[in-house]
């Protein structure tokens, strides 16, 4: 897909780089299924794409555009995954402003985001089960309770930030 938002619209338009922060999030799922060192290969490329989305994404909607405040949050959990905490824990502590002054505070992208940053200080030994437990009843209240994403955060994984795809 990605290939031909790239041929028909050009690799900087914002649906290709839509497409890469979806792409990113995909190889962020496949490397946690597959065994190293195929994960640590998958785990550069996903890396590689959320830079470029990023990259692309910043100059041409800004930097405080949901999409590109998207590719942040995907961008943090990436760290945390190759396990840069502090790292991280700056990209989500500066993603969470944006989308507070961008979405609000009390937009569902917004908990998102706070949450991941709750389990990435977590991850570097801070006592956050009782802010977490609060994140998730917000984000919980905002959507519902069968929500996957609540599923997830209750089992101590950080969500994503998949964006909807871009018609032609």
Do not use: W
């Not at 496949?30 to 195929?38: I, K, L």
């Not at 961008?75 to 905490?85: E, H, N, P, R």
């Not at 700056?90 to 992208?109: C, F, K, R």
């Amino acid at each position: 897909m990605l290939a031909e938002y790239e041929k028909r619209l050009g690799d900087d338009h914002p649906h290709s780089l839509v497409c890469k922060v979806n792409l990113a999030s995909a190889l962020r799922l496949q490397s946690m299924q597959v065994q190293s060192p195929q994960a640590k290969a998958i785990e550069a490329q996903a890396m590689t794409t959320i830079n470029a989305a990023i990259d692309g994404l910043e100059p041409t909607l800004g930097p405080k555009h949901p999409y590109t405040l998207a590719a942040r949050m995907v961008y943090g959990t990436l760290l945390a995954d190759q396990g840069d905490l502090s790292k991280a824990a700056a990209v989500e502590t500066e993603t969470i402003a944006a989308l507070e002054e961008t979405l609000g505070p009390s937009h569902p992208d917004t908990i998102r985001c706070e949450a991941n940053l709750l389990l990435t200080q977590r991850q570097n030994g801070r006592d956050t089960i009782a802010e977490l437990n609060s994140v998730i009843k917000q984000l919980q209240d905002l959507i519902g309770s069968d929500h996957p994403s609540i599923e997830t955060l209750r089992a101590g994984r950080r969500l994503l930030r998949a964006l909807d795809p871009q018609p032609f």
